[in-house]
C-alpha cells in the first residue's frame, strides 16, 4: 500500500501555462485512463484549477526534467505503509469521495491564499490522509515549526520535500517509510513509470488519490 509524490515541470506538462519564474509542481492523480491520460487534483486550485488531465506521456517527460536547484532529474516521492500498519487493517478513506469534503475545504482555503506556495506541504498532508493519517498541511507546520521561507519558496527542490515528509512522520511517529527516486535513472521509461502509477491507483481504487511532484 503506497502513495507516490513526484516532481514535474509544469510548463512542460501544460502548454498553457507560461511563467517564467516557476517550473516545478506538484499535483495529485487521482486515475489513470485508458487513453493515456491522468487526471490530476492540484493542491493550488485558484491557480491551476481544482482538477485537470494531462497526456500520461507529458507526465514521464516533465517528471524527468532537470531541476537547476538540485542539479539532478525531478523525480518521485514514496510514502508506503509498513507491514505492521497492513496487518491492523486501517480503513483508507478516499480524499475524493463525500466524507472528505470538509477536509478539502480546508486545504484549498491553505492553498488559495497567497503569497503561502508551499504546495508540496499540501501534497504531503494528501498523500499521508489517504494512508489513514489524517494531515492538514497547518499539522505540517506546526509540528515541524518550519520557517516562514518554506512557505514562501516556490522551487521546492525533492530533496527538500523528502526531508520534510520524513521529519514529520519521524515526529509523529507514523508507521510510514518514505523514500526518494531522481528519474534520472536510465532504467526508468515510459512504461515503467505507467506500471506503478496504475499499480497505486489499482491499490486504493478509482475514487483515491494518488500524490505527484
Known sequence: TH???MNFDIQLVRSDVNESTRSGHWAVVSEVKDDGSVVLRDPEPARYAREWSADLGRLYKGCR??????????????????????????RLSSFMGHDRTEEFTRL????????????????????????GFETTPDDVF????????VALDDGEM??????IAARYIRERE????????????ARTNLASFRRELVAACTTFGKDSVLCVR
Not at 70 to 80: D, E, H, K, P, Y
Not at 108 to 131: E, G, K, Q, R, W
Open 108 to 131: 484549498d482555503f491553505f492553498a488559495s491564499n497567497t503569497p503561502i506556495h508551499a504546495s508540496h506541504i499540501v501534497a504531503t498532508a494528501y498523500a499521508l490522509s489517504l494512508l
Open 158 to 163: 525533492l530533496s527538500e520535500a523528502h526531508d
Open 3 to 5: 502513495v507516490h509524490i
Open 174 to 185: 507514523l508507521s510510514v517509510s518514505v523514500s526518494a527516486v531522481h528519474m534520472d535513472h
Open 65 to 90: 526534467t532537470y531541476d537547476p536547484r538540485s542539479a539532478r532529474a525531478r523525480g518521485f516521492i514514496t510514502l508506503r505503509l509498513v507491514e505492521a500498519i497492513k496487518e491492523r487493517k486501517i
Open 142 to 149: 506546526y509540528v515541524l515549526d518550519l520557517p516562514v521561507h
